[in-house]
């Protein structure tokens, strides 16, 4: 073999050798390649979840924003309901006990005038005035009449306001899935209900009682003016 021969095929052959390096080489780097592009798209694919879940929390926590500013705007309407409530209750309140006073003032005066007309009747022809009495007891009967009417008007007005409040706790009642925290305030609401119908019901038996004592008083009109009658005979008879 030549020198030249020889020089040829080393030459070819570490031409071969570099060529395998270089292919391994190049195996190599492209199994890293295939293995980061996996890394990557794996990668790629969790940070996808996350935005996923990440947008998945901010839409409920934007749907959980929404539910409580619902909540909190119930809830600030059932409070200014039941302040209303309240303040038109503590109103009635007032109302009535003035009422009720002035029925008992009124009775009282009734049976003032009842009591001076029996005295005049016991006190026999020298204070007898037939037309003064009589005139009083028609006024008596008049007021009488008044009296009744006005209880009966004062009993219908607390029977309105008691259904008026019980339709707006019923209202309130049915929002009971989106008041949530709103529990105490219908709890006082319908405590407040409850304070109606029992002063309602203490009303509507001061109004028997007091319906009795005019039914008495009634009763005792009759008898005067029975008694009238004989006195009326009487002087007849002297006549």
């Keep these: 073999m030549s020198l030249q021969n020889y020089d040829s095929d080393g030459v070819r052959s570490k031409f071969e050798k570099d060529a395998t390096e270089q292919y391994k080489t190049l195996m190599r780097l492209k199994q890293q390649h295939e293995e980061v592009g996996k890394e990557t798209e794996q990668r790629i694919a969790e940070l996808n979840t996350v935005q996923q879940i990440r947008f998945n929390l901010e839409d409920d926590i934007e749907t959980h924003s929404i539910r409580i500013q619902k909540k909190e705007e119930v809830l600030a309407k059932v409070q200014a309901t039941l302040k209303k409530l309240q303040e038109e209750a503590n109103e009635i309140q ?3 006990k003035k ?29 007898y005035d037939r ?26 007005e607390l029977n309105e306001y008691h259904i008026k409040y019980k339709a707006m706790f019923n209202e309130s009642l049915d929002k009971s899935d989106t008041t949530g925290g709103c529990t105490l305030e219908l709890s006082a609401l319908q405590h407040l209900i409850s304070q109606m119908a029992e002063d309602t019901q203490l009303y509507n038996s001061e109004d028997k009682r007091l319906c009795e004592e005019l039914n008495n008083l009634s009763r005792m009109l009759n008898a005067l003016e029975g008694d009238l009658k004989e006195l009326q005979q009487g002087h007849s008879v002297l006549k």
């Design 131 to 156: 037309k003064n009495i009589a005139a009083e007891m028609s006024s008596l009967q008049e007021e009488t009449s008044a009296i009744i009417r006005e209880m009966a008007s004062v009993e219908e």
């Design 99 to 127: 009422e009720k006073q002035e029925q008992i003032d009124s009775l009282k005066d009734y049976e003032n005038k009842m009591a001076s007309i029996a005295d005049k009747l016991r006190s026999g022809p020298k204070f």
């Design 94 to 96: 007032k109302q009535i």
